[in-house]
Protein backbone atom coordinates (compact mmCIF):
# COMPACT_ATOMS: atom_id res chain seq x y z
CA UNK A 1 0.00 0.00 0.00
CA UNK A 2 1.11 3.65 -0.78
CA UNK A 3 0.11 6.86 0.61
CA UNK A 4 -0.21 10.50 -0.93
CA UNK A 5 0.62 13.08 1.27
CA UNK A 6 -0.89 16.36 0.23
CA UNK A 7 1.32 19.33 1.36
CA UNK A 8 1.85 22.16 -1.62
CA UNK A 9 -0.28 24.91 -0.05
CA UNK A 10 0.26 28.33 1.41
CA UNK A 11 -1.63 28.25 4.88
CA UNK A 12 -2.84 31.78 3.66
CA UNK A 13 -5.37 31.69 6.99
CA UNK A 14 -2.41 30.76 9.36
CA UNK A 15 -0.64 34.48 8.53
CA UNK A 16 0.76 35.99 11.66
CA UNK A 17 0.45 32.41 13.67
CA UNK A 18 2.78 30.46 11.76
CA UNK A 19 5.18 31.26 8.63
CA UNK A 20 6.54 27.66 7.71
CA UNK A 21 4.37 25.60 5.70
CA UNK A 22 1.22 24.04 7.88
CA UNK A 23 3.39 20.58 7.76
CA UNK A 24 5.95 21.72 9.45
CA UNK A 25 3.78 22.77 12.23
CA UNK A 26 5.12 21.65 15.74
CA UNK A 27 2.41 20.35 17.98
CA UNK A 28 3.82 18.35 21.51
CA UNK A 29 7.44 18.15 19.59
CA UNK A 30 6.51 16.91 16.65
CA UNK A 31 5.91 18.27 13.30
CA UNK A 32 2.64 17.48 11.42
CA UNK A 33 4.80 15.68 8.73
CA UNK A 34 6.93 13.73 11.54
CA UNK A 35 3.08 12.78 12.92
CA UNK A 36 1.84 11.40 10.01
CA UNK A 37 4.98 9.28 8.21
CA UNK A 38 5.31 7.81 12.36
CA UNK A 39 1.25 6.63 11.53
CA UNK A 40 1.74 5.38 8.41
CA UNK A 41 4.87 3.26 9.11
CA UNK A 42 3.09 1.96 12.07
CA UNK A 43 -0.10 1.01 9.48
CA UNK A 44 2.08 -0.88 7.56
CA UNK A 45 1.97 1.50 4.37
CA UNK A 46 5.51 1.18 2.53
CA UNK A 47 6.05 4.01 0.56
CA UNK A 48 4.81 8.14 1.01
CA UNK A 49 4.68 10.39 -2.22
CA UNK A 50 4.60 14.25 -0.69
CA UNK A 51 3.21 16.83 -2.93
CA UNK A 52 5.07 20.35 -2.17
CA UNK A 53 4.72 23.62 -3.56
CA UNK A 54 4.99 26.45 -1.60
CA UNK A 55 8.43 26.96 0.16
CA UNK A 56 9.74 23.82 -0.05
CA UNK A 57 13.09 24.05 1.26
CA UNK A 58 12.49 23.87 5.17
CA UNK A 59 10.67 20.44 4.58
CA UNK A 60 13.02 18.91 2.57
CA UNK A 61 15.32 19.91 4.76
CA UNK A 62 13.60 18.62 7.78
CA UNK A 63 13.13 15.35 6.21
CA UNK A 64 16.85 14.47 6.02
CA UNK A 65 17.15 10.95 4.57
CA UNK A 66 13.55 9.54 5.28
CA UNK A 67 12.72 7.55 2.16
CA UNK A 68 10.18 9.76 0.25
CA UNK A 69 8.93 9.70 -3.44
CA UNK A 70 8.62 13.48 -3.34
CA UNK A 71 6.53 15.18 -6.42
CA UNK A 72 6.60 19.50 -6.34
CA UNK A 73 3.98 21.39 -7.77
CA UNK A 74 4.64 24.65 -9.41
CA UNK A 75 1.22 26.03 -9.72
CA UNK A 76 0.41 25.31 -5.88
CA UNK A 77 -1.72 28.98 -6.07
CA UNK A 78 -4.16 27.28 -8.29
CA UNK A 79 -6.36 24.30 -6.62
CA UNK A 80 -5.03 21.22 -5.03
CA UNK A 81 -6.43 19.17 -7.51
CA UNK A 82 -2.88 20.11 -9.48
CA UNK A 83 -0.91 18.73 -6.31
CA UNK A 84 -3.14 15.40 -6.42
CA UNK A 85 -2.30 15.32 -10.30
CA UNK A 86 1.40 15.47 -9.92
CA UNK A 87 1.21 12.62 -8.09
CA UNK A 88 -0.32 10.64 -10.86
CA UNK A 89 2.39 8.22 -11.33
CA UNK A 90 1.67 6.86 -7.58
CA UNK A 91 -1.96 6.80 -8.52
CA UNK A 92 -1.26 4.42 -11.01
CA UNK A 93 1.49 2.49 -10.01
CA UNK A 94 -1.47 -0.59 -9.62
CA UNK A 95 -1.94 -0.73 -5.56
CA UNK A 96 -4.26 0.35 -3.04
CA UNK A 97 -3.26 3.82 -2.28
CA UNK A 98 -4.36 6.49 0.80
CA UNK A 99 -4.85 9.72 -0.17
CA UNK A 100 -4.65 12.21 2.95
CA UNK A 101 -4.06 15.99 3.68
CA UNK A 102 -1.04 17.18 5.60
CA UNK A 103 -2.63 19.85 7.77
CA UNK A 104 -4.37 17.01 10.16
CA UNK A 105 -3.57 16.34 13.72
CA UNK A 106 -5.43 13.18 14.58
CA UNK A 107 -5.23 9.80 16.68
CA UNK A 108 -3.37 7.50 15.04
CA UNK A 109 -6.82 4.62 15.25
CA UNK A 110 -7.91 7.08 12.78
CA UNK A 111 -5.44 5.98 10.01
CA UNK A 112 -5.12 2.85 11.27
CA UNK A 113 -9.06 1.78 10.41
CA UNK A 114 -8.73 3.42 7.43
CA UNK A 115 -5.71 1.10 6.33
CA UNK A 116 -7.39 -1.92 7.83
CA UNK A 117 -10.68 -1.29 6.19
CA UNK A 118 -12.50 -4.63 4.42
CA UNK A 119 -13.43 -1.50 2.00
CA UNK A 120 -11.53 -1.46 -0.97
CA UNK A 121 -12.36 2.52 -1.18
CA UNK A 122 -13.21 4.22 1.76
CA UNK A 123 -14.31 7.69 2.98
CA UNK A 124 -13.66 8.70 6.79
CA UNK A 125 -16.76 10.29 8.15
CA UNK A 126 -16.91 12.18 11.99
CA UNK A 127 -20.71 12.73 12.98
CA UNK A 128 -19.90 15.33 15.54
CA UNK A 129 -18.72 17.99 13.58
CA UNK A 130 -19.98 21.93 14.06
CA UNK A 131 -21.85 22.65 10.94
CA UNK A 132 -21.01 25.64 8.82
CA UNK A 133 -19.59 26.80 5.39
CA UNK A 134 -16.08 25.25 6.57
CA UNK A 135 -16.49 21.51 7.26
CA UNK A 136 -16.00 18.70 4.06
CA UNK A 137 -19.46 17.07 4.87
CA UNK A 138 -20.46 13.88 3.43
CA UNK A 139 -24.01 12.79 3.30
CA UNK A 140 -25.17 9.79 4.18
CA UNK A 141 -27.99 7.95 2.55
CA UNK A 142 -28.75 3.79 2.23
CA UNK A 143 -25.46 3.47 3.34
CA UNK A 144 -24.22 5.63 0.41
CA UNK A 145 -22.38 8.76 -0.52
CA UNK A 146 -25.09 10.93 -2.03
CA UNK A 147 -23.08 14.45 -1.47
CA UNK A 148 -19.61 15.31 -0.70
CA UNK A 149 -18.55 19.10 -0.27
CA UNK A 150 -18.79 22.46 1.62
CA UNK A 151 -21.74 23.32 0.90
CA UNK A 152 -24.96 21.05 0.20
CA UNK A 153 -28.52 21.53 -1.45
CA UNK A 154 -31.09 22.34 1.39
CA UNK A 155 -33.82 19.98 -0.68
CA UNK A 156 -31.09 16.99 -0.76
CA UNK A 157 -32.78 13.73 0.93
CA UNK A 158 -30.21 11.86 3.25
CA UNK A 159 -29.79 10.02 6.37
CA UNK A 160 -27.33 11.18 7.88
CA UNK A 161 -24.29 13.47 7.67
CA UNK A 162 -20.72 14.30 9.03
CA UNK A 163 -17.50 15.77 8.43
CA UNK A 164 -14.73 14.47 6.25
CA UNK A 165 -11.33 13.69 7.99
CA UNK A 166 -9.53 14.44 4.55
CA UNK A 167 -8.70 10.92 4.57
CA UNK A 168 -9.39 8.20 1.89
CA UNK A 169 -8.30 4.67 0.61
CA UNK A 170 -8.64 3.83 -3.20
CA UNK A 171 -8.09 0.67 -4.62
CA UNK A 172 -5.80 0.21 -7.60
CA UNK A 173 -8.35 0.09 -10.43
CA UNK A 174 -10.44 3.40 -8.52
CA UNK A 175 -6.43 4.99 -8.04
CA UNK A 176 -6.45 4.80 -11.92
CA UNK A 177 -9.54 6.33 -12.49
CA UNK A 178 -9.13 9.32 -9.91
CA UNK A 179 -5.79 9.55 -12.13
CA UNK A 180 -7.31 9.66 -15.26
CA UNK A 181 -10.46 11.81 -13.74
CA UNK A 182 -7.69 14.07 -12.47
CA UNK A 183 -5.83 14.57 -16.00
CA UNK A 184 -9.42 15.41 -17.10
CA UNK A 185 -9.84 18.22 -15.06
CA UNK A 186 -6.32 19.60 -16.58
CA UNK A 187 -6.97 18.84 -19.78
CA UNK A 188 -10.28 20.75 -19.64
CA UNK A 189 -8.67 23.94 -17.63
CA UNK A 190 -10.17 23.14 -14.29
CA UNK A 191 -6.73 23.64 -12.47
CA UNK A 192 -8.27 26.02 -9.80
CA UNK A 193 -10.58 23.63 -8.50
CA UNK A 194 -9.82 21.61 -4.80
CA UNK A 195 -9.05 17.85 -4.97
CA UNK A 196 -12.20 17.04 -3.39
CA UNK A 197 -14.42 17.76 -6.53
CA UNK A 198 -12.58 15.11 -8.09
CA UNK A 199 -13.35 13.03 -4.89
CA UNK A 200 -17.05 14.11 -4.96
CA UNK A 201 -17.13 13.23 -8.64
CA UNK A 202 -15.54 9.63 -7.91
CA UNK A 203 -17.80 9.19 -5.28
CA UNK A 204 -21.07 10.31 -6.86
CA UNK A 205 -20.36 8.80 -10.25
CA UNK A 206 -20.20 4.62 -8.61
CA UNK A 207 -21.52 5.16 -5.04
CA UNK A 208 -21.50 1.14 -4.96
CA UNK A 209 -17.95 1.68 -4.94
CA UNK A 210 -17.05 3.79 -2.53
CA UNK A 211 -17.57 2.75 1.17
CA UNK A 212 -17.66 4.31 5.05
CA UNK A 213 -15.75 4.25 7.93
CA UNK A 214 -17.85 5.86 11.35
CA UNK A 215 -14.43 7.29 13.34
CA UNK A 216 -17.10 8.86 15.42
CA UNK A 217 -15.27 9.53 18.74
CA UNK A 218 -11.64 9.79 17.76
CA UNK A 219 -9.81 13.24 18.06
CA UNK A 220 -8.47 15.18 15.50
CA UNK A 221 -8.83 18.38 14.18
CA UNK A 222 -8.04 20.03 10.80
CA UNK A 223 -5.65 23.21 11.15
CA UNK A 224 -6.86 26.24 9.21
CA UNK A 225 -6.76 29.07 11.51
CA UNK A 226 -4.70 30.22 14.29
CA UNK A 227 -7.35 29.12 16.84
CA UNK A 228 -7.10 25.58 15.24
CA UNK A 229 -3.35 25.66 16.47
CA UNK A 230 -4.54 26.55 20.06
CA UNK A 231 -7.60 24.16 20.04
CA UNK A 232 -5.18 21.38 18.37
CA UNK A 233 -2.47 21.77 21.72
CA UNK A 234 -5.35 22.81 24.27
CA UNK A 235 -7.60 19.96 23.55
CA UNK A 236 -6.93 17.50 20.67
CA UNK A 237 -3.49 16.41 21.51
CA UNK A 238 -4.42 15.48 24.91
CA UNK A 239 -6.94 13.10 23.92
CA UNK A 240 -4.71 11.60 21.99
CA UNK A 241 -2.26 10.85 24.33
CA UNK A 242 -4.54 10.00 26.94
CA UNK A 243 -5.93 7.23 24.19
CA UNK A 244 -2.75 5.75 24.00
Known amino acids: MKAIILAAGIGKRLSGAHHQPKCLLEIGGLTLLERHL ?60 IVMDADVLYDPEILR ?17 VPGDEPVKICVRDGQIVEFGKHIDASLSYNHNGESVGFFKFDAGTSLRLANLLSAYIADGRRELPHEEALRELALDDPDAIGIEDVTGLPWIEIDFPEDIARAQEEILPRINGAR
Open 113 to 129: RLVSTSKANCFLIDRDF
Open 38 to 97: DCLHRAGVDEVTLCLGYNTEPIVESLANAPLLIHYNPLFELGSVVSLWSARQTLMSGEDV
